[in-house]
């Protein structure tokens, strides 16, 4: 069970400071637009959190191209917004004395790279890939069960709990996604992705247990899926390194995003 | 259910019976790596006086353990269709449309139309016969996004 909560919370109101800026080439009126500052929830999703982005760069782009969709570039490269806002953070900035925050994230109009990004132009696009998500983990965690026997008002309310900001409406229902079933004290599996510098992941069946019964560590997990260099590895998540003797079934359940996965960045 | 071991044994005895018939699907990816590897085709398809050109991939979807089918459909200018579009030029227009949404390719991790692998489980033990669940599973549900197997696959099921 997830009882540490001031954990839960801690995690819940991560946020990071973005200044947004317009693409200068996209620039069509003569007065430059000012930059735009927001405080986004780590646990969010870019998608959910731009509307006045959006409403504030519109007027300076050429009026032919601005009905096409948005999306933003961080150093030279497009965000893949279908990642949580805190994952990106931690893979495209990482950590150290000097994060240069506010983070600069750079807004287009024009030329959406659609071969490498998801469209997310509408938010029941962004829902319909969170609930896949959550179901994926479910099916790892408990065969699926959990998710399918909730019902549609369930699934709502931890869409509109992470949509607004909503820390008890989400773990009302979240709750139960986190619980272990029947006999055993854990999950099946651990919902996880671990993505390297280059931004690619890779996902594993891995259990919270040995074949003996004892508890897997963040170590262990990093033994099975690097055992030539797990030694020489540490793990960013939330903007925080957690040690390697932490419990993979602790982890789960606590420091999951709210689509239930583990989002671990090597560095 | 099927482990990655089975899917790319089902997979390697598919591509050999299209080597034999001269079908186009391809091993992509690397073999030896646990769910690194698809199977692919690009299907060129006039549609309303416009080439079109269909590039499936079959890849497997590890957490559910089945396979998955997934696509992207470009213009001869290499822009690729949107979903709006692709449902009609697949005639789903009106029909619910959220069996098929962008998903990341397990293998590419880059947007692909994917048709949700959350009720393939349920298919695949209706096809617990066949010697190729994967050739069964693929014939039964390529028609609805356009890709037909030919009759000589049921050969290996």
Known sequence: MANDREILREIWEGKIPVRFTLYPDEVYELQQPDEFYLMVPRLSYFPLVIDKVKKHFIRYVSNDKNDQEMWLEYDG?????????????????????????????VVHFEKFPETQIFRLNSKDLVEAHFMACLKEADVLKHRGQIVSS??????NQLWSGLQNDKFDQFWAVNRK??????????????PFRIYDI????????VKPVSDEGQRKTLN????????????????????MFPPLNTPLQ???????????FLHLCLV | MLDWEEFSKHLSQMKSLSDELLDGWAILGKTGTENGA???????????EALLLFEYNVVYDLSYGVPKLCFNVFRTDGSMLQLNECIHVLGFDGEPVLVLTQMDHPVLQRPFFTLHPCKTSEFMDFCSNSKNPLVSWLSAIGPTVGLNLANEYSQCT
């Open chain 1, 150 to 155: 909730m019902q549609k008002k369930d699934h």
């Open chain 1, 250 to 260: 602790w982890m789960s359940e606590h420091l999951s995003y709210p689509d239930n």
């Open chain 1, 198 to 205: 280059e931004g690619f992941y890779k996902q594993k069946l």
């Open chain 1, 177 to 190: 996604l986190m619980e272990v079933s029947g006999e055993v004290d854990h999950f099946k599996y651990i």
């Open chain 1, 77 to 105: 490269q497009p965000v893949k917004w279908h990642f949580p806002i805190g994952l990106l953070f931690d893979l495209l900035v990482g950590t150290g004395p000097d994060l240069g925050l506010p983070w600069h994230i």
């Open chain 2, 38 to 48: 698809y199977l692919a085709k690009k299907v060129p398809r006039l549609f309303e």
């Open chain 1, 220 to 239: 262990d997990l990093l033994m099975e899926m690097y055992p030539k260099r797990a030694t020489s590895v540490k793990v960013l998540t939330h903007g």
